[in-house]
């Protein structure tokens, strides 16, 4: 088997197994670039809410080249039609414009990194040209096989193809949100020409990386699902024992100091029945954000209960806990919600540290339970620790 054709499986073996978007576009562009020889290529993604086109990698391309070219989904637009589309283009479809020409291409191919499966065009149009290359195929479109025959006749030029794709009910959807960017290839410096067959090869390759891109975004999404709360966005409770005990081995292992904060809302019941249970949600939401805001990257924060948060400072000793802790609930007594009802609330916050308050898993938890149960009977609105 050549070395071509071993890249070409390495290529489709990783986005079958692997789960990092960053990985499988990065293998794209470097097997593609050793593979078929381009003077140029270069990823771009699209950013489906902004509609935008946004480049990130390359190969032979200034550094700098294509990451800083944003180009809007329209249609004044040429560079950005594969996203419609769901076909390659070639040089010769392609008008210049003010991005082709920043980028110096007159000789490339833009192949889109379609990410849902299609239906074989002849069964979808019903297609009676049982003599076509693409008929009765599965993995083959017409635009991937040269003699293609569509409308019961073969295209001619370029023009009628593209003419005819235009108005293809495999195609004429325009739906951007099938496509998850587009692989550019160029050789625009070298002259050689870019090869049909070349084209194909890599319209198959770009296909399987869309889906397995999609994929793995559906994959990052029940991840983020199942570890985060669905109100606030904060982990849950069960990512947050697990991360506990792992932090409270590691501590152990290395001698270094664990405090744990546990906080409650003060009289939340109050809120939900005064104000009703869309504002208590609003207050939830407020608290998560201050959390987040307040505190350090490397604390990890989670909605422990319906109004209870818990947060684990890592390398804090008792007294950096209090700080920490008083500076959160100064900055929640002290914010009211948005909004007519001007709602305000108060926590109240207990304080456990590894090594001073207990020396396991179930130990802490239990140790900042009591100190909040003490900062609660003392008036609430106050930290405690012992």
């Known amino acids: 088997m050549e070395d071509k054709e071993l890249l070409l499986l390495d290529m489709l073996s990783l986005v079958n197994e692997e789960m990092d978007i960053d990985a499988i576009e990065a293998r794209l562009v470097n097997i593609v670039s050793e593979v078929f020889s381009f003077d140029r290529v270069g990823l771009f993604f699209v950013k489906h809410q902004k509609e935008i086109l946004q480049g990130k990698l390359c190969k032979g391309f200034e550094p700098g080249t294509i990451s800083s070219i944003e180009i809007p989904v329209a249609e004044e637009f040429p560079f950005t039609r594969p996203l419609v589309m769901g076909i390659p283009l070639r040089s010769t479809e392609i008008e210049a414009d003010v991005f082709t020409r920043k980028m110096g291409l007159t000789n490339f191919a833009i192949i889109p990194l379609v990410n849902q499966k299609r239906i074989s065009c002849w069964r979808l149009k019903n297609c009676q040209a049982t003599d076509c290359p693409a008929y009765g195929k599965h993995g083959l479109r017409c635009w991937l096989v040269r ?13 009628d193809k593209s003419e005819l ?33 070349t084209i194909s090869i890599l319209s198959v ?28 966005g904060l982990h849950n ?19 270094s100091d664990i405090s744990l904060l546990l906080c409650d809302i ?10 009703g249970h869309p504002v208590g949600d609003k207050v939830l939401i407020r608290i998560g954000k201050i ?43 002290d914010s009211p919600l948005p909004g007519k009802e001007k709602v305000k609330v108060s926590i109240s916050i207990g304080i456990a540290t590894l090594g001073v308050d207990a020396g396991t898993f179930e130990g802490l938890i239990n140790s900042a339970d009591k100190a909040l149960y003490c900062a609660k009977s003392r008036g609430r609105n106050r930290v405690y620790m012992t």
């Open 291 to 333: 959390f987040r805001n307040r505190l350090r990257k490397t604390d990890i924060v989670a909605r422990y209960g319906g109004e209870e948060f818990m947060v684990i400072l890592l390398n804090t000793e008792k007294d950096q806990a209090f700080d920490i802790a008083e500076d959160l609930r100064l900055t929640v007594a």
């Open 165 to 197: 794709c235009e108005i293809c009910p495999v195609f004429k959807s325009h739906n951007t949100n099938a496509i998850e960017g587009i692989l550019l290839v160029d050789n625009s410096q070298s002259g050689r020409p870019i090869e049909e067959k």
């Open 237 to 255: 409770r069960r990512y947050f024992n697990e991360r506990l005990m792992d932090e409270v081995e590691r501590a152990k292992r290395y001698k």
């Open 266 to 275: 003060d009289f939340f019941k109050n809120v939900n029945d005064t104000f």
């Open 147 to 159: 003699d293609a025959k569509c409308c019961d006749r073969s295209e001619s030029t370029v023009a």
């Open 205 to 232: 390759i770009a296909h399987a990386v869309g889906i397995a891109i999609n994929n793995s975004k559906a994959y990052s999404h029940a991840l983020r699902a199942a570890i985060h709360d669905d109100l606030t």
